[in-house]
């Protein structure tokens, strides 16, 4: 199994435990860098050619204004030939109900058919809101599994629940455990 950890993520200043702090990595990103320990996957930033300002709240403006306006991000790296990969989990921070419109933007510039698609979503409290939906519909054809949600402000200690729902998807892990 050929699998691709496809993350976005947002460092600067987040929610986090219940307040705004300045972090210099991103939640989703130290998920992603677990996975992909733990699977052994190949890594992709999605990231937006045009960067999202640090402040926490000129971030949630803009990713209000791109939801609303059904924006899709220029991307700032050249996409992964998806064709290569069996499973894709897909990491993001849940923004506004919903993945950032730059997911959608990876999602919709690939063909995703027949792929299996797993989304680990980092948030706050509010879990994945609306984003299986909204990435079930941006990835044609793709199976889009129930996403998984771990709260970002403990992203440096989820590593068992990441180990968990690896089993639980059935993902062999490095060490040898599904």
């Known amino acids: 199994m050929k699998i691709l950890i496809a993350y976005f993520s947002h460092k600067g200043e987040n929610y986090f435990g219940g307040r705004i702090v300045c972090i210099h ?10 996975l992909r320990k733990m699977t052994g996957g190949d890594v992709y930033e999605i990231r937006s050619a045009s960067p999202y300002p640090e402040t926490y709240r000129e971030t949630v403006a803009a990713a209000i204004a791109e939801l609303s306006a059904g924006i899709r991000p220029v991307l ?12 894709i989990i897909l990491a993001y ?5 919903t993945a950032p419109m730059a997911v959608r933007t990876f999602l919709e510039s690939a063909d995703f058919g027949g792929k299996r698609i797993i989304p680990v979503c980092t948030h706050e409290g509010s879990g994945a809101g ?4 909204d990435i079930s519909e941006s990835a044609c054809g793709a199976i889009v599994e129930t996403p998984f949600a771990v709260i970002g402000s ?9 180990s968990d729902m690896l089993r639980l998807r059935e993902i062999p892990s490095e060490n040898g455990k599904a």
């Open 25 to 34: 990595k991103g939640n989703t990103e130290r998920v992603a860098e677990k």
């Open 76 to 87: 700032a790296r050249k996409m992964p030939e998806i064709s290569a990969y069996d499973t």
């Open 93 to 97: 921070p849940n923004w506004c109900g």
């Open 130 to 133: 609306n984003s299986f939906a």
């Open 154 to 162: 403990r992203a440096e200690t989820c590593d068992d629940i990441l």
